[in-house]
């Protein structure tokens, strides 16, 4: 996904330089040799004090979302002559050149998209979790305004980067719901940017004569295809365009023909390298939350992934309860007393 999401930046941005980072110990052969990577960075590198203490207690995709701050820092710190800068999540393509975020670049230092931009009381009440805004979509511009913004996400991401419903957390894009309270951001609602499943129901998608897509009237800019699968999201979308033969299908054909052209294998998974100890042992999910919540008890472990589950297990807070164990009892012979026939009882 994101050598389709490069590709299409440099098809639409040729003067763009694009940066990887890759949530894996070693960068993989295949990202090595993609001609349309200028940059790769690995996530351990990005700079983080305590990075595999950070990433343990985490799923991984939560791991993946807590880091997008700091790969923004890097880059602000790596690329110092550059002052523009878009992240983009690897689940994107770009359609047609970001015009309104260069020009809005020129006048603030940061711009955000919403999730939703019509009522709908069942949309509004979805994304009261996720967040109002969508972290797969950001662009900054160097400012101390933008160092003050990412240094406040990064905090909160290091600490609070879960999804935990009890508690209304919502990963990493929850934060930026008090983002524009606190800092200088533009909230874009062009409806070509940041089109996805989430907002399908009003933002209306045609093919002009020349075959330009359009959305409600508007260029597309990109589409965020997250958790792509061409079956599922053409059933999705069968009560929006019940015709076959509209532009959205077409998008979805081609989508799916370039992540098969670039290597990609939807019945081949890759292991992640933090979904398992430095063994080979996968991570029980408990050990990861008794190291969240018990975190000083481990304070002198500084890789936990060279650990065990046997580390972590002995100090979760509600361990499965084991079985008791009956002891046996022996049998006895039950003899009935016999009545004294010289007592009488009473009537």
Same mark, same amino acid.
């Given at each position: 996904?994101?050598?389709?999401?490069?590709?299409?930046?440099?098809?639409?941005?040729?003067?763009?330089?694009?940066?990887?980072?890759?949530?894996?110990?070693?960068?993989?052969?295949?990202?090595?040799?993609?001609?349309?990577? *200028?940059?790769?960075?690995?996530?351990?590198?990005?700079?983080?004090? *305590?990075?595999?203490?950070?990433? !343990?207690?985490?799923?991984?995709?939560?791991?993946?979302?807590?880091?997008?701050?700091?790969?923004?820092?890097?880059?602000?710190?790596? !690329?110092?002559?550059?002052?523009?800068?878009?992240?983009?999540?690897?689940?994107?393509?770009?359609?047609?050149?970001?015009? @309104? %975020?260069?020009?809005?670049?020129?006048?603030?230092?940061? %711009?955000?998209?919403?999730?939703?931009?019509?009522?709908?009381?069942?949309?509004?009440?979805?994304?009261?979790?996720?967040?109002?805004?969508?972290?797969?979509?950001?662009?900054?511009?160097?400012?101390?305004?933008?160092?003050?913004?990412?240094?406040? /996400?990064?905090? $909160?991401?290091?600490?609070?980067?879960?999804? *935990?419903?009890?508690?209304?957390?919502?990963?990493?894009?929850?934060?930026?719901?008090?983002?524009?309270?606190? !800092?200088?951001?533009?909230?874009?609602? #062009?409806?070509? +940017?940041?089109?996805?499943? /989430?907002?399908?129901?009003?933002?209306?998608?045609?093919?002009?004569?020349?075959?330009?897509?359009?959305?409600?009237?508007?260029?597309?800019?990109?589409?965020?295809?997250?958790?792509?699968?061409?079956?599922?999201?053409?059933?999705? +979308?069968?009560?929006?365009?019940?015709?076959?033969? #509209?532009?959205?299908?077409?998008?979805?054909?081609?989508?799916?023909? @370039?992540?098969?052209?670039?290597?990609?294998?939807?019945?081949?998974?890759?292991?992640?390298?933090?979904?398992?100890?430095?063994?080979?042992?996968?991570?029980?999910?408990?050990? $990861?939350?008794?190291?969240?919540? #018990?975190?000083?008890?481990?304070?002198?472990?500084?890789?936990?992934?060279?650990?065990?589950?046997?580390?972590?297990?002995?100090?979760?807070?509600?361990?499965?309860?084991?079985?008791?164990?009956?002891?046996?009892?022996?049998?006895?012979?039950?003899?009935?007393?016999? $009545?004294?026939?010289? %007592?009488? $009882?009473?009537?």
């Amino acid at each position: 996904m994101a050598m389709v999401m490069a590709r299409s930046a440099k098809a639409h941005h040729p003067d763009a330089r694009v940066a990887v980072c890759i949530v894996e110990e070693q960068v993989p052969l295949a990202a090595q040799n993609f001609q349309h990577f *200028d940059h790769i960075v690995l996530a351990k590198d990005l700079g983080h004090p *305590d990075f595999y203490r950070h990433m !343990f207690k985490s799923t991984v995709h939560e791991g993946v979302w807590s880091l997008k701050s700091r790969l923004l820092q890097y880059v602000l710190r790596t !690329f110092p002559e550059d002052s523009k800068f878009v992240y983009l999540d690897t689940d994107t393509k770009i359609y047609d050149p970001f015009q @309104e %975020v260069t020009k809005l670049l020129d006048q603030r230092p940061i %711009v955000l998209t919403p999730n939703i931009t019509q009522p709908s009381v069942f949309h509004e009440r979805s994304m009261s979790l996720p967040g109002l805004y969508n972290s797969g979509f950001l662009a900054l511009k160097r400012s101390g305004e933008t160092n003050r913004f990412l240094h406040w /996400w990064a905090e $909160r991401l290091d600490q609070l980067c879960y999804v *935990d419903v009890k508690r209304g957390i919502g990963g990493d894009q929850k934060w930026l719901d008090h983002a524009p309270v606190f !800092f200088d951001i533009h909230i874009l609602k #062009h409806p070509g +940017y940041n089109v996805a499943v /989430w907002n399908s129901y009003y933002r209306r998608i045609h093919r002009t004569n020349n075959g330009k897509i359009l959305v409600n009237g508007q260029p597309l800019r990109f589409y965020h295809f997250s958790r792509f699968d061409k079956v599922v999201y053409q059933t999705f +979308y069968k009560n929006i365009y019940p015709d076959p033969r #509209h532009p959205i299908y077409h998008l979805f054909d081609q989508y799916s023909r @370039e992540l098969l052209e670039v290597g990609y294998n939807p019945s081949r998974t890759l292991p992640c390298s933090y979904d398992h100890f430095q063994s080979g042992e996968p991570i029980d999910m408990r050990a $990861r939350l008794a190291f969240r919540n #018990h975190s000083e008890r481990f304070a002198q472990i500084q890789n936990p992934f060279a650990m065990c589950n046997r580390t972590f297990l002995g100090h979760v807070e509600n361990p499965p309860r084991k079985r008791k164990e009956i002891p046996a009892v022996k049998k006895r012979k039950l003899v009935g007393r016999k $009545r004294n026939p010289a %007592v009488k $009882r009473k009537s």
